[in-house]
């Protein structure tokens, strides 16, 4: 079964310019998690879906930051116009959704890692 | 709101070795998961245990343990006979039980095994 797959694994952008990060969730899952991770710091939520539906954006950035799932499966998330500070590692995960540790366990892609110049 | 403490910043120990990993949270849930996820260099997050907290056995999986102490609230990751590819950064992380929640993560340890 293939994993959480992330894309770009890398980019470097100056600051100002629009950036955005595509995630693809493990097949089946219905909720999906965009984490924010700076260097040496466990990830942060940014905003988790539940299918189509954004059910937690309150860490979310608006004023630059935005994201989408389309037919609740693919997810981008964009900055625009980016920062210095923003240079991080972006985190998607996924998990089934359901009662069930199991299911609500969440799995992560390898990240993009972002460098703002 | 829930934070979560490891409280070693860095640990290193000899292949072969055992190495106890600590985590502690606070929470006024009652409802809830622990896990153990780790991140060698190459970035991708793995999980490595998981532990629901309304079960008093501790689980294990292989040679990773976990020692739960609910009414501490101590999650302390155990690893026995320690390899080079245990070598990575290790989160520890609640989540409240129920609709999906969010992942809270602590600081991380940074666990290296020597040969």
């Known amino acids: 079964e293939a994993g959480v797959v992330q894309s770009p694994r890398y980019k470097i952008i100056e600051k100002k310019q629009p950036v955005a990060f595509w995630c693809n969730p493990i097949?089946?899952?219905?909720?999906l998690y965009w984490y924010l991770q700076n260097l040496g710091q466990g990830p942060e939520l940014l905003i988790r879906?539940?299918?189509?539906?954004?059910?937690?954006d309150s860490q979310l950035p608006k004023d630059r930051f935005s994201a989408e799932r389309l037919k609740g499966v693919d997810s981008t998330l964009k900055i625009q116009p980016a920062e210095l500070g923003d240079s991080a590692v972006y985190l998607c995960?996924?998990?089934?959704?359901?009662?069930?540790?199991?299911?609500?366990?969440?799995?992560f892609g390898p990240g993009t890692r972002l460098l703002v110049l | 709101a829930q934070t979560v403490t490891q409280s070693q910043p860095e640990m290193s120990v000899q292949e072969a070795e055992t190495v106890t990993l600590s985590c502690t949270y606070d929470?006024?849930?009652?409802?809830?998961?622990l896990f153990w996820y780790k991140q060698p260099p190459s970035r991708q997050m793995i999980l490595v245990i998981r532990?629901?907290?309304?079960?008093?056995q501790n689980a294990t999986e292989n040679r990773f343990s976990v020692n739960f102490q609910k009414a501490a609230k101590s999650f302390s990751l155990k690893i026995s006979d320690s390899q080079l590819g245990d070598t990575a950064m290790y989160f520890c992380?609640?989540?409240?039980?129920?609709?999906?929640?969010?992942?809270?993560f602590g600081q991380g340890t940074r666990l290296t095994i020597n040969p």
């Open positions: 879906y539940e299918n189509e539906e954004a059910v937690d």
């Open positions: 992380a609640f989540m409240k039980r129920g609709g999906a929640q969010k992942l809270v």
């Open positions: 097949s089946g899952h219905n909720t």
């Open positions: 532990q629901e907290a309304y079960k008093q």
């Open positions: 995960a996924s998990s089934l959704g359901g009662p069930a540790i199991q299911q609500e366990t969440q799995y």
């Open positions: 929470t006024s849930e009652s409802n809830y998961y």
